[in-house]
């Protein structure tokens, strides 16, 4: 999503959308919502956060017997699926612009810039390692785990300033206003959070009666 709504920014700021300030308005505004999964008909507000949340607590799982390589390749699989993906991204950007307000562009189309690639491939560390980081932290009943969360966050706000303010500020908004799609995705924070928690407290009691299967009867009865 990152590397298909760039290309109309990119359009946006050398003025070859028509050269109209409002249409250039529109079209950075346009491109920051779907970002975000805010336009372009999206079933869900921050898709990718949800589905990454998810694919990284169940891959983290089990963590002992993985290495940083085996994750460090998960994120370039992801950053690969996304080049490839983008193109048709970013014709499906530009049809939501064009109906929206009618304006066309000629020439070849620009590709992800190497600013939008870092923003995406920092944003998904950044994520990642908070989910990854939370999901040890409630096993191990320590915050530790999460310590590269804020520092890794702080760059993030230099890196992209105002973002969260600003999916925050329309996600709220139209929530108020009764966006079926806006409720759901706030509903869906916690319904998932709590599918996560559940899931990891399951499997440390499934881990913990394995184990104790395996104490001899006399010992066994020795510990308890």
Request: proline share 6%; no cysteine; aromatic share 12%.
């Given at each position: 999503?990152?590397?298909a709504a760039d290309p109309l920014e990119q359009l946006a700021a050398a003025g070859a959308l028509g050269g109209d ?60 699926m996304a080049c490839a993906a983008a193109p048709l991204g970013t014709w499906h950007v530009l049809s939501v612009f ?127």
């Open positions: 999503m990152f590397l300030a409002r249409t250039e308005e529109a079209a950075f505004a346009l491109a920051a919502a779907w970002r975000h999964g805010m336009a372009g008909n999206s079933p869900l507000y921050l898709p990718g956060f949800f589905a990454v949340a998810l694919a990284a607590w169940v891959f983290s799982e089990g963590a002992e017997r993985r290495t940083a390589w085996t994750f460090a390749l998960g994120l370039l699989g992801a950053f690969v064009h109906a929206e307000t009618g304006a066309t562009t000629n020439g070849p189309l620009p590709f992800a810039s190497p600013h939008a690639m870092l923003a995406g491939i920092y944003t998904l560390l950044t994520w990642t390692t908070f989910v990854v980081g939370s999901r040890v932290a409630l096993e191990r009943r320590s915050l530790w785990p999460l310590l590269p969360a804020p520092v890794l966050t702080a760059g993030l706000v230099a890196l992209r300033p105002w973002t969260v303010d600003e999916f925050a500020t329309t996600w709220w908004i139209r929530a108020g206003q009764g966006d079926l799609v806006a409720l759901l995705s706030g509903a869906m924070i916690p319904l998932l959070a709590g599918y996560l928690v559940r899931r990891s407290s399951l499997s440390r009691h499934s881990n913990k009666v394995v184990s104790d299967s395996h104490v001899p009867t006399g010992h066994r009865a020795r510990i308890y």
